[in-house]
């Protein structure tokens, strides 16, 4: 089945550093990638949209210049926290959607990636 | 490893029915928590309800209550009184703490759709 590999599975930074979460699918080439954020309460926040080869879609209240998304290729998109602040800290979850039979679509998730920053 | 199985990738329910979703995982850990997550098309992933590992009775949450049977490895949601605004895709997923970090797993997913 579809899998997607993320990396790392936990980081610590410190204050004003920047980090970069990679989402790999690694049998499948992903048109679309979703990047999530997980709030108190467990919801997961929609941050943006990815699809290969064009800019983002932020969602409102995302600063886009913080949360760097980069889709180049059909396996891979990552994640750049930047300037990272505590507040950041949070569980981040990418999403791969696929095509699968008869025109429909398939989603699969990475195993998400715990940001502390100290 | 953790391993979350929905094996129905539509369903459909008449308006006011009550329906089930399954779920089953597969997990070595010994301490785990088990989501359900409602995605509208807008994409988004409302969280609905949980169940830990330990919790002896079944979570409920307003229309929605998880069916989990330890044993069984199951986790089935079940909306009572369906509402055509119940209609989207509903994710399984299973949290656990292995190697000291945090790991998530999601299903593939059930669309549901309420008919009127």
């Known amino acids: 089945g579809a899998v997607v590999s993320q990396h790392p599975s936990w980081v610590i930074c410190k204050s004003g550093t920047s980090v970069k979460i990679e989402c790999r699918s690694l049998d499948f080439q992903a048109t679309t990638m979703f990047w999530y954020r997980q709030f108190p309460k467990q919801s997961l926040m929609l941050m943006a949209t990815?699809?290969?080869?064009?800019?983002?879609?932020?969602e409102q209240g995302v600063e886009k210049d913080k949360f760097l998304i980069n889709h180049a290729s059909l396996t891979l998109s990552t994640l750049t926290v930047t300037s990272a602040h505590p507040e950041d800290s949070s569980f981040y979850i990418c999403s791969a959607r696929y095509r699968a039979r008869e025109a429909n679509y398939g989603y699969t998730f990475g195993s998400g990636t715990r940001l502390t920053v100290v | 490893a953790q391993k979350i199985t929905q094996t129905q990738p539509g369903m459909f329910v008449q308006e006011k029915e009550a329906v089930t979703l399954d779920c089953t995982y597969d997990?070595?850990?010994?301490?785990?928590?088990l989501f359900w997550y409602k995605q509208p098309s807008s994409g988004e992933m409302i969280f609905l309800i949980y169940q830990g590992s330990y919790d002896e009775q079944n979570a409920t949450e307003g229309r929605y209550s998880l069916n989990f049977q330890k044993a069984r490895k199951s986790a089935n949601l079940v909306i009572s009184a369906s509402q055509l605004g119940d209609s989207a895709m509903y994710f399984c997923a299973a949290l656990a703490y292995s190697g000291g970090y945090q790991k998530v797993t999601f299903g593939t997913g059930t669309k549901l759709q309420v008919i009127p």
């Open positions: 997990t070595s850990d010994q301490s785990y928590g």
């Open positions: 990815s699809n290969e080869g064009s800019k983002a879609t932020y």
